[in-house]
């Protein structure tokens, strides 16, 4: 029994070890000015909820699973692609629609980050596909463009 303990604890003492640093942009939520490394990918996902209620109108959303992907090209330079399942239900009117949402495809560049500074600085724009089920889509193409700076 003794040597199955010590076994277990090698084994997940050995994997923090190996654990790398993780800076999230978490879909929807907020954006770091931190790149993924060169030639490294991240797969970030989560749940939404949203809640609309005013004197006329009770809504519900729900996005699951928002989906960003992160791929280093260089160490200042990532390509992302997001997507999600949406569901949006009015409970007034009984509206319900559910489906996937317009793709983005976008790149993310380390404008500024110095050893000697602690100031990050990085600009991510992305380019949104009407790909999205029909009551989803935006039926155009649109651009997002975003300044992310840490201190």
Request: aromatic content about 8%; hydrophobic content about 35%; charged content about 20%.
């Amino acid at each position: 029994m003794k040597k199955y303990i010590f076994l277990l604890l090698f084994l997940f003492g050995t994997i923090s070890l190996l654990s790398q640093e993780l800076v999230t942009d978490r879909p929807d939520q907020t954006e770091s000015s931190s790149t993924v490394p060169k030639q490294n990918l991240q797969v970030e996902t989560g749940v939404l909820l949203g809640f609309i209620e005013n004197g006329t109108t009770r809504e519900r959303q729900i996005q699951v699973p928002t989906t960003l992907l992160r791929y280093g090209i260089t160490d200042k330079i990532e390509l992302r692609l997001f997507s999600q399942f949406e569901s949006i239900k009015n409970q007034v009117g009984d509206f319900e629609s559910n489906g996937i949402s317009d793709m983005e495809i976008g790149a993310k560049v380390q404008v500024l980050q110095k050893k000697d500074c602690k100031t990050e600085i990085a600009f991510l724009s992305h380019v949104v596909f009407p790909t999205g089920s029909t009551s989803l889509s935006g039926n155009t193409y649109a651009s997002v463009n975003k300044l992310a700076l840490s201190y």
